[in-house]
Nanobody, 124 residues
Framework: QVQVVQTGGGSVQDGGSLTLSCDVTGAPFSTYAMGWFRQAPGKGRQFVAA????????AYDGSVEGRFIISREKTGITVFLQMNSLKPEDTAVYYC?????????????????WGQGTQVTVSS
């Protein structure tokens, strides 16, 4: 059974940084892409970033490109989302997700296992 467990998150001031981590067990880590999504109050789940199975290619939503960095361990089971220059509009619950395949997807339907979510709050 695949399990996706997130750590990190919390509260930070405008311009601050946070790093989220996500461990995936129950499936060979190097065989699938991984992604991060977020959901703000009253809004739908939004794509944030994704990385392919080898860690070679990444994709970002335009709202976070240049500020967030997604990475993954080559031999471990962890995916990271480093968030810099955070803004109040980045406030949301963040979700880590395992892709159904090895190619990056920007759609939630492309993912088949999700973490429990972690709150990120950015105050002005």
């Amino acid at each position: 059974q695949v399990q996706v467990v997130q750590t990190g998150g919390g509260s930070v001031q405008d311009g601050g940084s946070l790093t989220l981590s996500c461990d995936v067990t129950g499936a060979p880590f190097s065989t699938y892409a991984m992604g991060w999504f977020r959901q703000a109050p009253g809004k739908g789940r939004q794509f944030v970033a994704a990385i392919d199975r080898k860690g070679t290619n990444t994709a970002y939503d335009g709202s976070v490109e240049g500020r967030f960095i997604i990475s993954r361990e080559k031999t471990g089971i962890t995916v990271f989302l480093q968030m810099n220059s955070l803004k109040p509009e980045d406030t949301a619950v963040y979700y880590c997700a395992k892709d159904r395949g090895s190619i990056i997807s920007r759609e939630a339907q492309g993912y088949d296992a999700w973490g429990q979510g972690t709150q990120v709050t950015v105050s002005s």
